[in-house]
């Protein structure tokens, strides 16, 4: 006898291996993006002519990691075991566009951007499509052209960039510039007395 797919108990189990499959490529996206490789990945997609003209072949490069998501496709199986079904439209061009919704809410540059995307853009599907089970597209569409007008790194983008200076600058923390110090800065004053009195 074996255990019904659809229970609570299994579906939570479901979700929990899930959760920590989600962790583990997380952190495994950060270690590759953090290191040299990473920065070579970026480098390429911003500018791969010049890749090319400091000596890497980014064709190789290419080859190897676009092949690699696919190869942590066996993720994906998670997905039909949380839905119960899975059919041909869920391969529709709709749902990809639907992916890129979610980076681009979250923020196109970062990890964590596509993580907070998925939940904010999914949270917000279930939520409007049982009000306005017709219309969720156009809430959706809506969302996408806002985010790309407004918002083009994204919400974490957003709080890295701006959020977070007007955050300190409600809660009155002083934002130091980084320059030089002026002239009559205490700290330069007793430098230049100490080499004063050097011999």
Same mark, same amino acid.
């Given at each position: 006898?074996?255990?019904?797919?659809? #229970?609570?108990?299994?579906?939570?189990? @479901?979700?929990?291996?899930?959760?920590?499959?989600?962790?583990?490529?997380?952190?495994?996206?950060?270690? +590759?993006?953090?290191?040299?490789?990473?920065?070579?990945?970026?480098? *390429?997609?911003?500018?791969?002519?010049?890749?090319?003209?400091?000596?890497?072949?980014?064709?190789?490069?290419?080859?190897?990691?676009?092949?690699?998501?696919?190869?942590?496709?066996?993720?994906?199986?998670?997905?039909? %075991?949380?839905?119960?079904?899975?059919?041909?439209?869920?391969?529709?061009?709709?749902?990809?566009?639907?992916?890129? *919704?979610?980076?681009?809410?979250?923020?196109?540059?970062?990890?964590?951007?596509? *993580? %907070?995307?998925?939940?904010? %853009?999914?949270?917000?599907?279930?939520?409007? #499509? $049982?009000?306005?089970? $017709? *219309?969720?597209?156009?809430?959706?569409?809506?969302? @996408? +052209?806002?985010?790309?007008?407004?918002?083009?790194?994204?919400? %974490?983008?957003? +709080?890295?960039?701006?959020?977070?200076?007007?955050?300190?600058?409600?809660?009155?923390?002083?934002?130091?510039?980084?320059?030089?110090?002026?002239?009559?800065?205490? $700290?330069?004053?007793?430098?230049?007395?100490?080499?004063?009195?050097?011999?």
């Amino acid at each position: 006898m074996g255990l019904l797919a659809s #229970s609570p108990g299994v579906q939570l189990a @479901f979700f929990e291996f899930s959760l920590l499959f989600l962790l583990l490529i997380y952190a495994l996206c950060r270690w +590759l993006t953090s290191g040299r490789f990473g920065r070579l990945l970026v480098a *390429i997609r911003d500018d791969e002519t010049r890749v090319r003209f400091t000596g890497y072949n980014p064709t190789g490069l290419r080859c190897w990691s676009l092949p690699s998501p696919g190869d942590r496709r066996h993720i994906g199986a998670l997905y039909t %075991v949380q839905t119960g079904i899975i059919t041909p439209s869920a391969m529709e061009v709709a749902f990809s566009i639907e992916m890129a *919704i979610w980076v681009a809410v979250g923020g196109r540059a970062t990890l964590v951007g596509a *993580i %907070v995307g998925t939940l904010l %853009v999914q949270f917000g599907r279930t939520l409007l #499509s $049982e009000q306005f089970p $017709e *219309i969720w597209l156009f809430f959706q569409g809506a969302l @996408f +052209l806002i985010v790309v007008s407004v918002l083009p790194d994204g919400l %974490v983008g957003w +709080l890295r960039d701006v959020g977070w200076v007007k955050l300190r600058r409600l809660l009155g923390w002083e934002t130091r510039l980084l320059t030089y110090p002026g002239l009559h800065d205490p $700290e330069v004053q007793q430098e230049r007395e100490q080499l004063g009195k050097s011999p």
